[in-house]
RNA sequence: GGAGAGGUGGCCGAGUGGUCGAAGGCGCAGCACUGGAAAUGCUGUAACGGGGUAACUCGUUCGAGGGUUCGAAUCCCUCCCUCUCCGCCA
């Protein structure tokens, strides 16, 4: 969520970077219309309760002090009293009406992308940052499709997964569920090294969370929901993990906060349709580890080039080629500032497939989850800065390792890291 | 699901109709003492919104939302959550 004040005493800036999101897509006006609107009201109906405030505290001095409660004064001032509350019965709803209407518009906005955030309109004007391992490119030139390898290895099922469930759902077998936890315990093993405590969150969430980490109310076609409760599966762990802190107030000695967590995601996946319809690319259901940071606002753009290292860190490890581009304006997400995605090889489709995504969203989520910390000796409080990013989609990673390892004779060798956890050389 | 008890500031905890934004403690900050520190003493310390250059000032907030009253942390209703006991269950 945007911070109304700043929107007031700077329209035009604030105008002008929503517009770098693409033009005419946002208008503050409306909001700038209803926000003066309401401050007008609130003038006048704090001025009629401070009144009222006065007259109940007058009432009670009086009696203290000896006025009989059925006398004429007392029953003036109990008058004047009402009329204010009527006068105030009406005052009230306006003012709450609009602080909910005001409310409401924000919570549409996206956040406002960082001026270092290249301008552009859409996934074509993204900026390739740098490519990493060229040199383990495969130089099999007859790889198979992960779908393919993995169903002839007998380690992926999607046609029994269609039956149990529906399109877009995989079954693992044997090495390949072996595989998946593999993968699991050793991103969450680095990542534990490099300094984040592994969380476990619950996977149903309610409707404030989503609200807090901004997928609602915007994407509600993205999520599944429970039918008789506020509850949805989580479509990425930042949300639970996010939302642990929400509506708290942290001491500023116990931040950087960082957190891993592997939890399975959930996606409807609306409007995506005939996109990746094969393999592990666009499940509906799929396994991720996730970093969130809350830091303090002075550090969080070195925090963000670190939670990328840390994320790059598993490919390297994996010795598998990926390259890291940084989003335009026109792509970043609804609540980040700034995000730099990691690309993956994948041979079969001769090109590099998202596996992360490292996003700054500044004070955007905190102050729509109330995340706060407090300095000591400092007055008030602020809002901490929310950062994820993925550490990594595994199924993405197990079809990059099915193609990039895979070998002349069919099989597929397991990345060295790989091997104490899989206890095998070779799938 | 049934019965009972509870939800108060960063934390703990007192407070059953007016002088309560709320005692006391912890924590934190400042000052004193000290070579320095600890201990001790004194002082200060809620958040959010409006107005004001500022000093400051007005309002809102005691789980959430309604209600009673001139006046609600305190009384009533609904909901959420926590704890204890019972039931069910991996």
Request: charged share 25%; with cysteine.
């Amino acid at each position: 969520m945007l911070d109304l004040k700043i929107i007031r005493e700077n329209p035009d800036k604030v105008q002008q970077l929503l517009d770098r999101r693409g033009v005419g897509k946002y208008d503050l006006q409306p909001i700038l219309d209803l926000d003066q609107k309401q401050r007008e009201i609130e003038t006048n109906r704090s001025q009629l309760s401070a009144r009222s405030n006065e007259i109940g505290k007058l009432i009670g001095q009086k009696i203290r002090g000896g006025s009989d409660p059925k006398g004429e004064e007392i029953s003036a001032l109990k008058e004047e009293g009402n009329e204010l509350k009527t006068k105030l019965g009406e005052l009230e709803p306006q003012e709450k009406e609009l602080k909910a209407q005001i409310e409401n518009l924000l919570l549409e906005l996206p956040n406002l992308p960082q001026e270092s955030t290249p301008i552009g309109k859409n996934e074509e004007e993204n900026v390739e940052i740098h490519r990493w391992g060229e040199e383990y490119l495969p130089s099999n030139p007859n790889i198979l499709p992960h779908w393919e390898i993995g169903e002839k290895l007998g380690i992926l099922e999607f046609s029994r997964a269609v039956k149990v469930a529906q399109a877009r759902f995989v079954n693992l077998v044997g090495a390949g569920a072996a595989l998946e936890r593999a993968l699991i315990n050793f991103m969450l093993d680095r990542q534990i090294a490099a300094g984040y405590v592994e969380v476990m969150p619950p996977l149903l969430i309610n409707t404030e969370s989503l609200t807090g980490t901004g997928q609602l109310p915007k994407f509600a076609e993205e999520s599944f929901k429970c039918q008789d409760d506020d509850l949805w599966l989580t479509p990425t762990a930042e949300v639970p993990v996010v939302n642990l802190y929400r509506n708290e107030v942290i001491e500023a000695a116990k931040l950087p906060i960082y957190h891993c967590a592997y939890t399975p995601c959930f996606r409807r996946e609306a409007g995506s349709y005939g996109k990746d319809t094969r393999g592990l690319i666009r499940l509906h259901q799929f396994s991720k580890v996730e970093l969130v940071k809350l830091v303090h606002p002075d550090r969080s753009e070195t925090e963000h080039q670190s939670l990328l290292k840390n994320a790059e860190a598993i490919l390297q490890a994996l010795q598998l080629p990926y390259r890291v581009i940084e989003l335009c304006t026109g792509d970043i997400g609804f609540s980040a500032a700034k995000t730099y995605d990691i690309e993956v090889w994948i041979p079969s489709a001769n090109t590099y497939r998202e596996i992360s995504s490292c996003s700054n969203t500044f004070d955007f989520q905190a102050r729509r989850a109330g995340i706060r910390f407090k300095e000591a000796g400092k007055k008030g409080t602020q809002f901490v800065h929310a950062l994820n990013g993925s550490g990594l989609a595994v199924g993405r990673t197990m079809a990059a390792i099915l193609e990039n390892y895979q070998q002349t004779d069919g099989r597929v060798k397991v990345p060295e890291v790989l091997q104490p956890y899989l206890k095998k050389e070779i799938i």
